[in-house]
Nanobody, 116 residues
Framework: VQLVESGGGLVQPGGSLRLSCATS????????MSWSRQAPGKERELVAV????????NYVDSVKGRFTISRDNVKNAVYLQMSSLKPEDTALYYC??????????WGQGTQVTVSS
């Protein structure tokens, strides 16, 4: 199982970024996928979840209306479109999923820094 995030970087407040998570080694289309983030000195926070079909999406309140999670079950990839970025969105962003048996799989993360 591999999850590889990309697309992070330095962006000014109010800017946008699109994170990608390329996956392999498992039946991608059968699992809900998630994005979480962790800022320095803070606990990891679940940001967004998308159902296996892509029809159901949920977000933490702090990103609602600004972030959009999506997936491509042909390319085995999940995305996080982030707009109106704020300094408090600065964090290491991870994609991940959990199997029915409870095993969790995480990528290595991609850094997002929002600063002027």
């Amino acid at each position: 199982v591999q999850l590889v995030e990309s697309g992070g970087g330095l962006v000014q407040p109010g800017g946008s970024l699109r994170l990608s998570c390329a996956t392999s080694g498992f039946s991608f289309s059968t699992y809900d996928m998630s994005w979480s983030r962790q800022a320095p000195g803070k606990e990891r926070e679940l940001v967004a979840v998308i159902s296996s079909s892509g029809s159901i999406k949920n977000y933490v309140d702090s990103v609602k209306g600004r972030f959009t999670i999506s997936r491509d079950n042909v390319k085995n990839a999940v995305y996080l479109q982030m707009s109106s970025l704020k300094p408090e969105d600065t964090a290491l962003y991870y994609c991940h999923f959990r199997t029915l048996s409870g095993q969790g799989y995480w990528g290595q993360g991609t850094q997002v820094t929002v600063s002027s």
